[in-house]
């Protein structure tokens, strides 16, 4: 019986800050009880304890977009911490007390799982170059703001940058059009600004120009956060950066 009492002590304590709470005040009461030798009282309350916590998890416990998003965030934090290698389904469902089944209750699969993750991360990307460039500027300088963000994005938050990047699917499982839809938000904004600064140029070659900024600054990423080519820091980025828009705008008189 005290056994019992003890375990779902454990459990409400680690899922449920508000039942763990009343319980405990519960057990108070029946420990003061006990302390003066009867018994049957304690036994008494410590079972409407028992009764009463048990009732609490039924009706707090998370179901549907709530253990999603206390998976996502687990997930998040595992990755955050130790990189993209280190997140398992076991992890994340450890992390939120619950077992492997349930999250692919809520998630097909192990994919989507990830997928959902790194959306939040390019949402918070998208967010961050959005309101750098709030404040008015001529589109040349629009583009180094976007590129300075880029770079800030990436330095401030190297784990849950990386994974969006990391994460394969099998080819014969494509990318979601919704998850394609996301990523491709980043490259709409760059080619925001060269639409303005060539504003007869094909749709075709504003796509192309903006990929090839895009591709440009994001490999000057990962050589700095790798260490590679004497690149280690943010300035040497932004600086490459910086060179990289300039050289395009001199090649089409736009300087």
């Known amino acids: 019986h005290d056994q019992m009492i003890e375990d779902l002590a454990r459990l409400v304590g680690k899922q449920h800050g508000t039942a763990s709470t009343a319980f405990e005040d519960e057990l108070s009461m029946a420990a003061k009880v006990a302390m003066q030798g009867d018994r049957n009282a304690w036994n008494s309350l410590a079972e409407r304890a028992v009764d009463d916590a048990a009732q609490m998890l039924k009706l707090k416990q998370p179901v549907g977009d709530e253990i999603k998003l206390l998976a996502l965030d687990a997930a998040a934090a595992i990755v955050e911490a130790d990189g993209l290698g280190a997140l398992s389904a076991r ?12 999250l692919y209750n809520v998630f097909d699969n192990f994919d989507e799982l990830v997928m ?11 967010a961050q170059a ?58 709409t904004l760059i080619a925001k600004q060269l639409a303005a600064l060539q504003p007869d140029a094909r749709r075709s070659a504003i796509e192309r120009t903006a990929r090839t900024l895009f591709s440009g600054v994001h490999g000057a990423c990962l050589l700095a956060i790798h260490k590679r080519l004497q690149m280690n820091t943010r300035q040497s980025v932004l600086d490459v950066a910086d060179t990289l828009i300039d050289t395009w705008l001199v090649a089409n008189d736009l300087n």
């Not at 992890?91 to 349930?102: D, L, Q």
């Open 91 to 102: 992890k994340v469902a450890g992390a939120i007390g619950y077992t492997v089944g349930s």
């Open 116 to 126: 959902r993750m790194n959306a939040r991360s390019l949402e918070m990307l998208t």
């Open 130 to 187: 959005s309101k750098a460039i709030d404040a008015p500027a001529p589109p040349a300088e629009q583009l180094r703001i976007l590129a300075r963000a880029y770079v800030d994005f990436a330095f401030d938050n190297r784990n849950l940058w990386a994974a969006i990047f990391e994460h394969h699917v099998d080819a014969d499982d494509p990318w979601p059009t919704w998850y394609r839809d996301l990523s491709g938000q980043p490259m």
